[in-house]
């Protein structure tokens, strides 16, 4: 499966932003997915996973009460929902995927990468 994702941007301290990953290749909905960031720096963290159905989700403790991870199979598309933005949120942010049941919180669970978006919040 080949992943794209889109909509990051720059943004104010407080704002919000929704990330998409557009998948082609293979059946979206047979897959886990997941989305990572990484800030200048630092090791790439988990942000967000979602189950096959969307039935099941897991979410850093960082951003649990301001993200939220969704997907639409029909479309082939995954969103983060990124609301109160925080300076500490700037990263560049990578959508990924396995195949699976469940969600997968590790970095190294994953098969496919995007090529990442840069979100950066301003104080």
């Known amino acids: 499966v080949q992943l794209q994702a889109s909509g990051g941007g720059l943004v104010q301290a407080g704002g919000s932003l929704r990330l998409s990953c557009a998948a082609s290749?293979?059946?979206?909905?047979?897959?886990?997915m997941g989305w990572f960031r990484q800030a200048p720096g630092k090791e790439r963290e988990f942000v967000a996973t979602?189950?096959?159905?969307?039935?099941?989700?897991s979410y850093a403790d960082s951003v649990k009460g301001r993200f939220t991870i969704s997907r639409d199979n029909a479309r082939n598309t995954g969103y983060l929902q990124m609301n109160s933005l925080k300076p500490e949120d700037t990263a560049v942010y990578y959508c990924?995927?396995?195949?699976?049941?469940?969600?997968?919180?590790?970095?190294?669970?994953?098969?496919?990468w995007g090529q990442g978006t840069l979100v950066t919040v301003s104080s």
């Open positions: 979602i189950s096959r159905s969307g039935s099941l989700t």
């Open positions: 990924a995927a396995r195949a699976g049941s469940s969600w997968y919180t590790k970095r190294e669970d994953y098969s496919y």
């Open positions: 290749g293979r059946t979206f909905s047979t897959y886990v």
